[in-house]
């Protein structure tokens, strides 16, 4: 195959391909239609494809080699023959039959696999193109006065027209050259497949005569070089189409480059109209142009800017009809939604409602079965007895994912746990379950109708939306908004942020790693009041489930919290009822927080000595609650006066532990939301509600132990703290602090005033007990009874 070289120069005028025949034949018919060697048309035979066919017939080896003739094409750029034939035609057979040696005809081409050979003219370095032409003038145009006359000369004492002209024609001589430079460049690649073709035709017929080659085979390469041959034309053809589109493509950008500026043009020329337009509106009304008859030259544009203006003006009328006609839509639409909106509260509230309305049915249809279950005048077992049974226990059982399948009746289920983890029935006492389950639906009940109400809750939304930006500050809307309850899923956020406004009052709650190096202390240390807070732990909310087990992690922060406050406040170290009000913050709050706040109910709500061993704050705030009950709720307080039910006894741990386990779980949330922010008057508010809101129930018992056991559990069934809410912060109204604060220093001074006498007389009891002599004749009443 033939290549060019790609070290040649693109400016060597001439080299030789030699194509070897056999003695006494040409490339063409006769050797008259050779051309001279010198000639710039030396490859111009008669038939392009004829002298194809007959470079074929002689490189048939069926010719004779000995004697070679080399037949010389000129072409205009340097190449090479690469000889190596297709290494995947050849099996070893031929390979074998390379290594032999050659006929004598073909010593000289010894290395080539082919019996001729291309050579080609050394590289001789590269020539100026002014020479190149020169070189070409002096051998095919040798008539040409022009270049005569350039030659002689020198250029030197010619003019300078005949300098141009023969610069001119040059010039023109140099274009010709390039013409029949692409010529031959075509002709050079129709030999370059002529040559391939020949290639394959050589090898095949070169092989041994035992060795038929496959008909077949060559049937094949033949038709895949037709191939190879038809996709190369076809590569051609598509390179020039793609030039040809690129073309076009440079050729519409210009177009569109110049409709763009044309396009610019025409908005600049009516932005200069429409300035026009409105200067000549404004002028009209002062000055009336006088009227321009048909040939004025100013008639055409004003009646075009005229018909412009009425366009517009239509445009702008089709706009304002389009915008009404969407506008009365969008009102349409807005409506139907609206009353769709409407529609679906209204079925949420006619299905809270029903569900409560099933609630109710239901907690009274627990009370029927329990009353039914032993009946007065009947004792014998009938199948009404076993119906009856069957419905309380499948009433009794909680959510759960095993349901009864044969059960007549299928109640209204409720979860074991409240959201707080509070256990909803208990798990002993028949009796006991039947009211908690009770209590339960009612609670329920509540529950639904106060979802019927969502303005608390968008209310809180509302609030933290206008608080992104800022911090939250003591206000009086967020005052009534807490009064009011605070979401679950906010409570949290709140109650901290109620801790830390407290927590800036302490030396110590800047610091950083303060409660870390207590929790350090307890560890490395025994303290105390350690022995006794392991032995409240499970004690302290037994039926909530984050504290029911030594292993719950409620159990573990506890034991943290009240080991680092023991160690803080040595002087109380730990009491009774601290253990509940920690645990109660826990189930909002993380470790550090709830143990500061912690500190402040016991540094900061309360009284001094509130939780000391003399619970002498807490005695004094009994004192007080009395006399706010003698003003407020007179008649009750009467009444228990009249009966000498000492109703105090039930209200201290109401608050010493702030209602902890007096009241149900969500009455005691909401009662620790306002007592963080307000701080302990908000326990003498709950705590008046709560007898208000049973005044009327409690003014019905006639004797003494009745109502002190009513006392023991009314709390239990005060279910709606929306009604609790409204009379402790509405009904109770006015109930000032500084009235609270005056009657602590006064019950206070009494208070200590008796614990000294108490004091005295007990040292003077142990004193007579000492001096006695008969003391050692004492004895226990064991002693003596045996």
């Known amino acids: 195959m033939i290549y060019p070289n790609p070290n040649a120069s693109a400016e060597t005028a001439r080299n030789v391909l030699a194509v070897e025949t056999a003695p006494g034949e040409l490339v063409g018919e006769q050797a008259a239609n050779q051309p001279a060697p010198g000639h710039p048309n030396t490859i111009n035979f008669y038939s392009l494809k004829q002298w194809g066919s007959e470079l074929k017939n002689s490189l048939r080896p069926g010719r004779g080699h000995s004697d070679s003739r080399r037949t010389v094409f000129y072409t205009n750029e340097e190449w090479e023959l690469l000889d190596p034939p297709p290494k995947d035609l050849e099996d070893p057979m031929v390979q074998e039959d390379k290594k032999r040696p050659g006929p004598e005809g073909n010593k000289g081409v010894a290395g080539s696999g082919f019996p001729f050979d291309f050579g080609r003219n050394p590289y001789k370095g590269k020539r100026p193109l002014k020479d190149i032409i020169g070189s070409y003038k002096n051998r095919h145009s040798s008539g040409d006065p022009a270049g005569e006359g350039a030659s002689a000369g020198g250029g030197i004492g010619k003019l300078a027209p005949d300098v141009q002209l023969q610069v001119q024609s040059q010039q023109e001589e140099l274009e010709r050259l390039r013409k029949d430079l692409a010529s031959q460049k075509e002709l050079v690649r129709l030999l370059q497949q002529t040559v391939r073709s020949s290639q394959y035709d050589r090898y095949f017929s070169s092989s041994r005569p035992g060795e038929g080659v496959p008909k077949g085979l060559l049937v094949l390469l033949h038709q895949k070089d037709d191939q190879i041959l038809g996709l190369t034309g076809q590569l051609e053809r598509c390179g020039l189409e793609r030039e040809s589109l690129q073309q076009e493509v440079r050729t519409l950008k210009g177009k569109v480059g110049e409709l763009n500026e044309q396009l610019g043009m025409l908005m600049e020329t009516i932005q200069a109209k429409d300035e026009v337009i409105v200067k000549l509106s404004e002028s009209e009304g002062c000055t009336s142009p006088p009227p321009a008859g048909p040939g004025s030259p100013l008639a055409a544009p004003a009646g075009h800017d005229q018909l412009e203006v009425d366009r517009l003006k239509d445009n702008l009328q089709g706009y304002k009809t389009q915008n ?108 006991e379950r039947l009211v908690a389950r009770v209590r339960a639906l ?141 645990a109660v913050a826990l189930l909002y709050l993380e470790q550090e927080d709830a143990f500061w706040c912690l500190v402040a109910i016991v540094e900061v709500f309360m009284p001094r000595d509130y939780y000391t061993k003399t619970l002498l704050g807490s005695q004094v705030d009994q004192r007080v609650f009395r006399d706010l009950m003698s003003e407020k709720l007179a008649r009750l307080h009467a009444h228990f006066e009249q009966y000498k039910v000492d109703y105090t006894l039930i209200t201290f741990n109401w608050f010493l532990v702030v209602f902890v386990d007096s009241v149900v779980s969500d009455i005691l949330f909401k009662i620790w939301d306002s007592f963080l922010y307000e701080g302990p008057k908000v326990i003498f508010r709950f705590a008046l509600a709560l007898f208000k809101y049973k005044e009327e129930e409690i003014l019905k018992l006639q004797d003494s132990m009745s109502i002190f056991k009513y006392l023991r559990y009314f709390t239990r069934t005060i279910l709606d703290a929306r009604k609790l809410i409204s009379i402790s912060f509405g009904d109770l109204n006015p109930f000032p602090l500084r009235q609270i604060r005056n009657r602590r220093a006064y019950h206070l001074e009494k208070v200590r005033l008796e614990l000294t006498e108490l004091e005295a007389i007990r040292e003077d009891f142990l004193r007579e007990r000492d001096s006695s002599p008969d003391k050692g004749e004492l004895v226990s009443d064991e002693e003596e009874d045996t």
């Open 324 to 431: 009404k006609f969407l506008n009365k839509e969008i009102l349409e639409l807005s409506a139907l939604r609206r009353n769709a909106e409407r529609r679906e509260r209204d079925l949420m509230a006619k299905y809270s409602s029903l569900e409560a309305k099933l609630c109710q049915v239901e907690s009274k249809y627990l009370i029927l079965l329990q009353e039914m279950q032993a009946p007065v005048c009947s004792e014998e077992q009938g199948p009404a007895r076993e119906v009856i049974a069957q419905l309380l226990e499948d009433a009794l059982q909680v959510e759960s994912q095993e349901q009864p399948e044969q059960a007549v009746l299928k109640p209204h289920l409720v979860s074991e746990y409240d959201i707080y983890g509070f256990r909803t029935v208990p798990e002993d006492g028949e009796e």
């Open 442 to 582: 009612d609670l329920k009940t509540l529950h639904l109708a106060e979802h019927q109400d969502v303005s608390t809750g968008v209310k809180w939304e509302n609030y933290f939306a206008s608080t992104v930006n800022r911090e939250m500050v003591r206000s009086p809307e967020l005052k009534n908004l807490i009064r009011a309850g605070i979401p679950h899923e906010h409570r949290s956020k709140v109650w901290k942020w109620c801790v830390d406004l407290h927590r800036r009052k302490f030396k110590d709650g800047a610091k950083p790693g303060y409660f870390q190096a207590l929790l350090q202390k307890a560890l490395e240390k025994q303290n105390p009041a350690s022995k006794q807070i392991e032995l409240d732990l499970l004690r302290t909310l037994p039926n909530n489930k984050h504290y029911s087990s030594p292993t719950s992690e409620g159990v573990q922060k506890l034991r943290s919290v009240l080991l680092a406050f023991s160690w803080r406040n040595p002087d109380i170290g730990y009491c009774q009822g601290l253990n509940r009000l920690a």
